[in-house]
């Protein structure tokens, strides 16, 4: 692999932005300075531009099946990572479901081995953990799971009877993940609440799409957030929780830091950028919304935003789980498999290319959060905690050479025709953005080249990660 030097923009870390030309080398990050006369076989302008840490999206769901494998998300590891890499991510981390008729480490190594065929970029593999009852020795295959490089798990307090775990499960886990120095990751959302708030709705007649959020009240969420705060703490154990969507909840969170709990949070795009007003009047058409926990009311993102501002909420990913609004004759039925029933909606929305536009154009063209700040959020603070530190999330000597060059000043329009998923809609359809990614370097290879990508498929590397850095 030859060298590269990006040439006179400003290298953004999540402590300090400096002007400095940087040198990629055999794939890693050589040098980083100003004055000095490096050579290499090629030179980009960064002049005017800023060097950013390749994104890392540790949410994603890629040909991920859902509701007792009836149906799965659209994109594979193929369009989901050209995808990821056009919007300036250069690592994602996905989730292992243990499938019917396998284990759990059964079902990590053969997703893995289907992902590592298919990546353009490179990934690694979170655990769910499975309820003991589908899988009675699961605590032994996470122990094993551990040296395959998933040292993280996440549990479900949500879905009883197909993915829940009780408290007593949760307890066994997180106790068996501090054993591991794992880091337990929980989607918490009280499962009971919402299904007798279900219940209520069907037996009144309200089955369309947007009552699904009516279903998701913001008590349910903060319940879960703070048991799961107090378990954790009991056990001794830090804490990671997905997809913060409440402004109640991030303020559990808050809460537990401050009493000095180590719990991190993490909220997505179309919780910032995306209110319950967008789709309550959409008809079955809101189907394209429908995610779990659910997009709220608008007067909720002012809540998210000084959670991110203050250091409650610590990154932003997308919880990525694109399904079609018309029907590929080639996938299972996607979003309106079900017509005016919402439980039957299958729940997630696409976001991995646009997660990095809409946080910037949202976040730090409105003076929110500064460029450092944005860093931290989708690259920095997701490598430390996912194991994946200092060889990614960071702009230095001897890391990785995973490079967005980002152009503040260029406009974009995104739009579902503009992207590369195969996902037929996007939340952000018609948003003005002015700041994109236009040079994407993932290990030094040149991935893309202002919009065009030079790469194949199976060239993303799985990454078998190893313990989180918590501090
Ligand atoms: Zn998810």
Not at 111 to 124: E, L, P, T, W
Not at 233 to 254: K, N, Q, R
Not at 332 to 337: E, S
């Amino acid at each position: 692999m030859g060298s590269t030097l990006i040439k006179g923009g400003t290298v953004v870390n999540a402590d300090a932005a400096v002007t400095a030309d940087v040198l990629l080398r055999d794939g890693k990050i050589a040098a980083l300075g100003l004055g000095h006369d490096w050579r290499a076989d090629t030179v980009v302008d960064a002049s005017g531009k800023l060097v950013l840490p390749g994104g890392i999206d540790v949410h994603t769901h890629l040909e991920y099946p859902i509701d007792g494998f009836t149906t799965r998300t659209a994109d594979d590891f193929h369009s989901g990572t050209i995808a990821a890499a056009h919007g300036g991510t250069t690592t994602v981390v996905d989730f292992v479901k243990k499938e019917p008729d396998r284990s759990l480490r059964e079902s990590y190594l053969r997703r893995r081995d289907v992902a590592a065929a298919k990546s353009f970029v490179d990934f690694g593999l979170h655990a769910i953990v499975p309820p003991r009852e589908q899988q009675p020795d699961v605590l032994d295959d996470l122990r094993l799971l551990v040296a395959e490089g998933a040292s993280s798990w996440k549990f479900f307090m949500a879905y009883p009877g197909t993915q829940m775990v009780d408290d007593g499960q949760l307890l066994d886990g997180f106790e068996l993940a501090v054993e591991c120095g794992v880091l337990p990751m929980v989607h918490a959302e009280n499962g009971h609440m919402i299904d007798r708030e279900i219940r209520l709705l069907l037996s009144s007649g309200r089955t369309a799409e947007s009552f699904h959020a009516v279903a998701h009240a913001h008590e349910s969420e903060a319940e879960a957030v703070h048991r799961a705060v107090v378990l954790a703490d009991s056990v001794g154990t830090p804490l990671y929780v997905v997809h913060v969507s409440s402004a109640e909840a991030a303020m559990e969170i808050g809460r537990a830091r401050t009493r000095g709990s180590r719990v991190w949070g993490e909220t997505c795009p179309q919780y910032l950028a995306v209110a319950y007003e967008d789709y309550a009047d959409l008809g079955e058409r809101a189907a394209a919304y429908v995610c779990s926990p659910p997009i709220r009311e608008r007067g909720n993102q002012e809540g998210l935003w000084r959670a991110l501002g203050a250091g409650t909420l610590s990154t932003v990913a997308t919880d990525h789980a694109g399904f079609c609004m018309e029907q590929p004759d080639d996938l299972p039925p996607q979003k309106l498999r079900s017509p005016g029933y919402f439980p039957k909606v299958p729940n997630g929305v696409p976001g991995v290319e646009d997660r990095l536009m809409v946080l910037w154009e949202t976040g730090v063209r409105t003076g929110r959060i500064d460029v450092c700040r944005f860093v931290d959020l989708v690259a920095t603070r997701p490598a430390k905690l996912f194991g994946l530190f200092p060889d990614k999330g960071l702009i230095a000597p001897g890391a990785d050479a995973d490079l967005v060059v980002w152009d503040p000043a260029a406009d974009h329009v995104i739009t579902a025709a503009g992207s590369h998923l195969r996902t037929d809609y996007n939340l952000y359809e018609g948003m003005r953005v002015t700041g994109r990614p236009v040079h994407v370097f993932s290990r030094g290879h040149h991935l893309v080249d202002d919009g065009v990508l030079d790469g194949e498929p199976g060239r993303g590397a799985f990454l078998a990660r190893g313990n989180p850095q918590i501090f």
